[in-house]
């Protein structure tokens, strides 16, 4: 397998950086933009980024009807069911649940990997370190959080999980694509779930009628550029250099960067549980990405 480079570490940082805000901005964005609208922009202001990109760099989306079939099942499940589940499911469920629930994507990665990825089997080693990750996530988001888990949201939550589902399937299926730049191969994917979902959110949002503020636009601005074009590339990028399971561990720093955010910029209290916690997710990611041999 290919060895892990500062590179692949800063990237990986770069992605849990956007997709751990695109919770907060998701959050910003919905007083003006329902959950399909929101998507549908968001999707399109990504693929406008990349493909500014993309021609900059004297590259061209493919004509090739076959890469537009896959452009269109990695937009289905990368982008158009998890980012509309997460949006309709956030309009009920705490972010701190839906910080555990996205946790679950590592384990889910690790046991698709085994079967369809020939260099990623399940070992103890692995199953060790997802646990004991996922464990520390638990402890890091509170007790108080669990608390919820079920009851009246119990559809909400169920829709986080199948985004989980989701993103774990797709990362399986991109590591597994024909040889393309990682880059045209985000732009097609971003174009074909733009394309896929704005017939469906013209429809059942009307979205001529909203009524539009600041914060909510520049919000989802953010998530276009950021959390969806730049993100998408990077997510590609990291895939292709290292594959799913590498990936998936996005879904361990995303929480830890959220405690540290809060610790150093809203005086969030840094009690010693939430310290434990830290050292298990941090130990766990060590475990189940070390190379032996």
Not at 99 to 104: D, P, Q, V
Not at 253 to 262: H, K, R
Request: hydrophobic share 60%; charged share 10%.
């Amino acid at each position: 397998m290919p060895t892990r480079t500062p590179l692949d570490w800063i990237l990986l940082l770069y992605l849990s950086l956007a997709w751990g805000l695109a919770f907060m901005l998701i959050a910003l964005a919905l007083p003006s933009f329902p959950p399909l609208t929101l998507v549908a922009v968001r999707l399109s202001l990504g693929a406008l980024t990349l493909y500014i990109i993309m021609r900059a760099a004297g590259l061209r989306l493919p004509t090739d009807k076959g890469w537009w079939q896959r452009f269109a099942s990695l937009a289905l499940l990368g982008n158009v069911l998890p980012f509309s589940l997460i949006s309709w499911g956030e309009l009920y469920v705490s972010s701190s649940l839906a910080g555990i629930l996205m946790a679950l994507m590592p384990i889910n990665v690790m046991i698709l990997a085994h079967f369809f990825i020939a260099n990623e089997p399940m070992s103890v080693r692995k199953a060790i370190g997802f646990v004991l990750g996922f464990l520390g996530v638990l402890i890091l988001v509170g007790a108080e959080a669990l608390g919820n888990l079920g009851g009246d949201a119990f559809w909400a939550q169920m829709a986080i999980i199948a985004a989980t589902v989701c993103y774990s399937v797709n990362s399986i299926y991109t590591k597994r694509l024909p040889k393309l730049s990682v880059l045209v191969a985000g732009t097609g994917t971003l174009v074909a779930g733009s394309l896929m979902l704005w017939p469906v959110a013209l429809v059942v949002d009307r979205p001529w009628t909203l009524e539009i503020h600041w914060v909510p636009l520049g919000a989802v601005v953010l998530l276009g550029v950021f959390s969806s074009g730049l993100a998408n590339w990077v997510y590609f990028t990291i895939v292709k250099r290292q594959g799913p399971s590498f990936l998936s561990m996005i879904n361990y720093i995303i929480p830890v960067i959220a405690f540290a955010a809060g610790v150093s910029f809203l005086g969030e209290a840094a009690t010693a549980d939430r310290y434990v916690a830290l050292v298990m997710i941090l130990l766990g990611i060590a475990i189940s990405q070390r190379r032996f041999g």
